[in-house]
């Protein structure tokens, strides 16, 4: 299981996607890469709110679009992990959790996003996630949001479409 492999399951709310992947950073670093609201925004999105045990969020949207996603931290034992609520506008909430541990080499991250029932989560989650990879090694994304995530939907379709 990895960034390009991930675990895709069926779950009686609908899918669970897990990835996990080693990123060659230390724990603190990459967990303020995906809990501080200024490094998120460098290769995820932005966002408002609070970030901590019970705080809300929400993505900016453009314009004078409404938030696209919100949710509610349910849990949170920094650095170590955090659960939410995500909860994507004209769908049922679901859960991510995200879990990390220094290991040799850096810090293993696992993303368990469950009760999804668009199977676009799987390629939209793997391009978020190189882009975090790319971040935390500095380097410039290798291409923009939308054309990697066309890129990767049709594998990702054949995947969910074999399940």
Known sequence: MSITSPVIEKHPSG?????????ATGIRDLWQAITDRDRIARWMVDL???????GTWSVVAEGDAPPWAAGTITACEAPRSFTTTWHAIEEEPTELVVTLEEVEGG????????GIRSIFYGAGWQTYLERLQAHLAGQPFAQDWDARFAELSPEYE???GAL
């Open 158 to 160: 054949e995947r969910f």
């Open 15 to 23: 899918y669970r996607l897990v990835y996990e992947d080693v990123y």
């Open 48 to 54: 408002t709110g609070d970030l901590r045990l019970s």
């Open 107 to 114: 810090t293993r991250m696992r993303l368990v996003h469950t």
